[in-house]
């Protein structure tokens, strides 16, 4: 009997994964939205049955994939499937919230990774090359015209897009880290509050105001911060580029770190809940305030600011 529910409720799952990935491959605008909640019927699935049982489900969802979509639906069931499994033991295993996110933001990272490399290695298909070279062509074109217009080249401005466009070839792997966590929060977001309605327990966040990031990772940014400024390393070397990714994952750490701080000191003074929401806007609209944020976040973290507050 139990095993008659167990493949019934995979059979249901299945369809409705079938469903959603026919959207999001056939209907453009819909399937944008749609595409977040396919990792939906593998977290409910996993979170209820042991790994075996997820294992032949994943295998069942790939061999459906392939039959009703097209070759850009293994790679979907892939990335989103995996990251569902494995999301979903977590939460069987009863492993937190912060875990959860952890674990499902590594698995999809690594997918994407992979599937980026075999799209380099088999099919000649490299995206972010041919991005950043659309944006090449894109400021040649410009120039172009402005010169067919009779107007100067600014050489500064020319000289600061390119170098636009190399640090931000150079940000590929942050980026991606940058696409996991974001994917991932946006697929608990949407998820977690309908597997909560078929009685799975997915445990509760702490609040953004009580989070405090490790001091050892201000360590790490002084350390890179020092490396950066002495050693002399070539663009678009293995070492520029490294350093390059670390100060950037680190400088959006302390960005976060100050604006916990900022919704722990709003709570502190028990001021308007819409005024730490509208100053978090703000710093991402307006560069300033970014630097201000990230200053306030490396002396929160250093000097234990909240603690002194108290005091």
Known sequence: MKNVHKLTEGAILLAAYTVMLLITIYVPILGAFVNLFLSLPFIMFAAKHNRQSSLVFIVAA???????GTLLA???????GLTGL?????????????????????????????QYAVAVAFFKID??????DLVRESVDQSMSILSALGQEQNAVL???????????????????????????????LVSFPIIKRFGVNIGEWRSFRELTLPKSLLYYFLFA?????????????????????ILFVLQLLMVIQGLAFIWYFSHLKEWP?????????????MP???????????????????????K
């Open 74 to 80: 293994i790679p979907l069931t892939l990335a989103y």
């Open 127 to 132: 995206i972010i090359e041919q991005s950043v």
């Open 158 to 188: 020319l000289e600061q897009l390119n170098a636009g466009i190399e640090l931000l070839q150079s940000l590929v792997p942050s980026l991606f880290v940058m696409i996991s966590l974001g994917t991932v929060f946006l697929i608990q």
């Open 288 to 310: 300033f305030l970014l630097y201000i944020v990230w200053i306030l976040g490396i002396i929160d973290l250093g000097f234990d600011l909240r603690k002194r507050m108290i």
């Open 62 to 68: 790939t061999f459906l994939s392939l039959i009703v």
């Open 225 to 245: 911060l020092v490396a950066s400024l002495f050693l002399q390393t070539d663009a678009g070397g293995y070492i520029h580029i490294a350093l390059t990714n």
């Open 86 to 114: 494995v999301m979903g033991d977590f939460v069987r295993n009863q492993k937190g919230r912060a875990a959860v996110f952890l674990a499902g933001t590594i698995t999809f990272l690594l997918n994407l990774v992979a």
């Open 273 to 285: 809940k819409a005024l730490p929401v509208i100053v978090t806007v703000l710093v991402f609209i």
